[in-house]
Nanobody
Framework: QVHLGESGGGLVQAGGSLRLSCVAS????????MGWFRQAPGKEREFVAG????????DYADFAKGRFTISNDNAKSTVYLEMNSLRPEETAVYYC????????????????WGQGTQVTVSS
């Protein structure tokens, strides 16, 4: 099992930027495909982005393309999510995930989840 710890959430104005970080620990923590999901109040968890452990392969939800960037640093067992041009409707808890089995955009395919970090975008 991989343990995940997110940081970097907070309050930002619409149009602003935030960078989320997620540190993985445990066996093979730096050899894991990782990603981000988010969950807004009253809504289902939705896929944001994913990255292979090599960093070669990435995938983004349509809403994230062109505004969000996922990256990793295996030496630090850390994955990042740079978010730009944030919108109020993107207020949500953002979760770091690891250990997928199958499609990255399905929440139930990911075996390990962090506790989440709150992102609030004010209008």
């Amino acid at each position: 099992q991989v343990h995940l710890g997110e940081s970097g959430g907070g309050l930002v104005q619409a149009g602003g930027s935030l960078r989320l970080s997620c540190v993985a620990s445990g066996r093979f923590a730096n050899q894991n495909t990782m990603g981000w999901f988010r969950q807004a109040p009253g809504k289902e968890r939705e896929f944001v982005a994913g990255i292979s452990h090599t960093g070669i392969t990435t995938d983004y939800a349509d809403f994230a393309k062109g505004r969000f960037t996922i990256s990793n640093d295996n030496a630090k067992s850390t994955v990042y999510l740079e978010m730009n041009s944030l919108r109020p409707e993107e207020t949500a808890v953002y979760y770091c995930v690891a250990s997928p089995a199958g499609r990255w955009d399905s929440a139930h395919r990911w075996g390990d989840w962090g506790q989440g970090t709150q992102v609030t975008v004010s209008s």
